[in-house]
Every structure is written in C-alpha cells, then in structure tokens.
C-alpha cells in the first residue's frame, strides 16, 4: 500500500468521525460486514466502485477523500438542482474562464487551480471514447502494458478495464487521481462529487469565483 493512498484512507476515517459514523453503520451504508469494512480503513480491502457510489448518495464526501479538497458549501444550493451532465458543462465552462484569469494574472494561486482542472478537456472532448482508461492512453500515447504497471493491475485487467467490462475500485480510482489528476468526480459519473469539485474550485478562485458564478447564472 502506497503512503499516497494511506493519506486518501487517513481522509476517509476523518470523514466517517466527522459525521459521527461508527465502523458499523459505514459499513450498513456500503452493504458489507463490520469486519471486511474495518479493513478498508487498514489498506487491506478496497471499496468498490458501487461502494464508492453508497457512500456518496450517503452524503459521505467522496472528492474531499480523494483528493484533500472540501469545499466549504458556499456554491452548492445553486447547482444541487443540476444534473450530472449540466454540471459537466459547467466545469468546462469553469475550466476556460479559470484558464483566462491564469493568462490575465499568471500568479501561483491561479496556477495551483489550473493544476486541478488541466484534465477537463481530455474527459468533455473524447469523441471517440468515453471511456477514461482509452482516453487516457490514446492521449499519453502509452501502451496497455505501461498503462497496467502504473495502475498496478494486470494486464487482462486493464483491458477489461478499457472495454468496460469491469468497474475500477477505491485504489484505481485513486491512482487516477494521483498519476493523472482525473477527478473521481468524473471517473464515478457522480453528481454529488460533481458538486463539491465546483463549489470548492470557485471557493479557491476567491473574489474571481463570484465573479464566475455571475457569468454562469447568466448563462
């Protein structure tokens, strides 16, 4: 187990003692045991991506825990009526407008936001897949093989992967995240995370973020 991914689990544990969840009832909310969720959180068992899904419709926040960033809600309510696909448009939306602040002020904060989003157009512009394993690979232009070693899979899994023929679980998801900056927003198709990956870029854009959401609503 990598120490990256031991941080994801420190933040999942947070997450659970924040809400006041016992191991027990986490594990009520992913349908597995007590015990198989107990190893979850020692690095021993990965959630799957169905499980992945329960704790987000739980309220549990799926992209503070993967990638360290919680928003602090000051956008939500605008975009909680929103369906998943809107708020993908959104983001892109979102993406140009941060990208044109980067050129107009070019200082670190604006260039720390446009770390998180320089994957956007790799995942609203892949005409010929929508699938983020092929997209991915086409785009880095990398062998399976290569692909397979650095996701830690085999791989047949790996080309299962890209076929679609089988879901990534917690650890994929997270080395998406980690090799790739791939939001696991996106990668759970999840309207929740989706959300909370808005809210907290347009928090971290400051005044700037108002601002965005001005030209949204407007939109």
Known sequence: ????YNEMLKRLIEERKRLGLSQQQMARLVHIT???YSKVEKGLHRLSYEELKYLSKANIDIFYIFTG?????KYVAYFQQCAYVELCCYLGIIYLLIVLNDCRSNTEQWKDIVKRVKYVPLVL????????????RHTTCSRQKSMAEKLGVDIKKFRELEKDRCLPD???????YNLFHISPAVVLKDKNSMINEISSLLEAAEENGAEIMDIIKQI
């Open 125 to 136: 512009d892949c005409k010929k897949s929508s699938n983020i394993f092929l997209v991915i």
């Open 69 to 73: 960033y919680r928003c602090a809600g």
């Open 1 to 4: 187990m990598s120490a990256t």
């Open 170 to 176: 917690s650890e994929i998801i997270w080395k998406l």
């Open 34 to 36: 007590q015990s198989n």
